[in-house]
């Protein structure tokens, strides 16, 4: 699924983020940046030792925050290390730093004059985020920076399995439908007796 942002496009895809040949992949890491499982586990893997001694010297990374290394054995010369945030009661913040964390992302991708990007779903897994609520947080913050930063060419969604790509490609069709107009007749409800 793909879509237009201005010069931009947006597109959701369902495969193996390690496998974009993007200018940079986004990596779900913890704020240690020192590896994982799940997202962080498969791009330390697939991107060999030089990618953790970078990230070493990092000094960590603020949960909302990214920062960026070289791909090593990846086909994406640059990995952003981003760290979402732990959700725990949607109480605390959760959907604005999730939201920061997408942003600061493209911001250093911006600086890095990086003009092609892939995301995962981003806390959805280890860190709990409800993945429907995450999808349009995500979307919707990524459809902001590209209408006002047109230097960013293609943002890629890489879901894992169908069920992922689903719930990203309903919550894009709601983004991007018209608003509804004024004409439109107001929805009378039946007014109990
Ligand atoms: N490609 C794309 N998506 C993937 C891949 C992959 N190879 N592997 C897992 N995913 C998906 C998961 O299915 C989930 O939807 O990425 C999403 C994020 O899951 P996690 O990797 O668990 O990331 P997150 O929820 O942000 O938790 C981060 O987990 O791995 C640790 O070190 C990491 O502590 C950090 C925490």
Same mark, same amino acid.
């Given at each position: 699924m793909r879509v237009r942002i201005g010069e931009s496009e947006l597109e959701l895809v369902e495969g193996d983020i390690t496998e974009q040949t993007t200018e940079a992949i986004v990596n779900a890491a913890n704020r240690t940046l020192l590896g994982g499982g799940g997202v962080d586990g498969a791009i330390h893997r697939a991107g060999g030792p030089r990618i953790m001694e970078e990230c070493r010297k990092l000094g960590g990374c603020n949960p909302g925050d990214a920062k960026i290394t070289i791909g090593g054995n990846l086909a994406a010369p640059y990995v952003i290390h981003a760290v979402g945030p732990v959700y725990r009661d949607g109480k605390h913040h959760e959907a604005d730093l999730l939201a920061k964390t997408y942003r600061r992302s493209l911001e250093v991708a911006s600086e890095n004059n990086i003009e092609t990007i892939s /995301? !995962?779903? @981003?806390? &959805?897994? $280890?860190? +709990? #985020? !409800?993945?429907?609520?995450? $999808?349009? @947080? $995500?979307?919707? &913050?990524? @459809? =902001?920076?590209l209408k006002?930063?047109? =230097? @960013?060419?293609? %943002?890629? #969604? %890489?879901?894992? +399995?169908?069920? $992922? /790509? =689903?719930?990203y490609a309903n919550a894009l069709e709601e983004l991007m439908k018209p608003p509804a107009t004024e004409e439109e007749p107001e929805q009378v409800s039946e007014q109990a007796d």
């Open positions: /995301f !995962p779903s @981003i806390s &959805t897994g $280890a860190y +709990g #985020f !409800p993945i429907d609520q995450a $999808a349009r @947080i $995500a979307l919707s &913050t990524v @459809i =902001d920076y006002s930063n047109q =230097d @960013i060419r293609l %943002v890629r #969604f %890489v879901l894992y +399995g169908r069920k $992922a /790509f =689903d719930v």
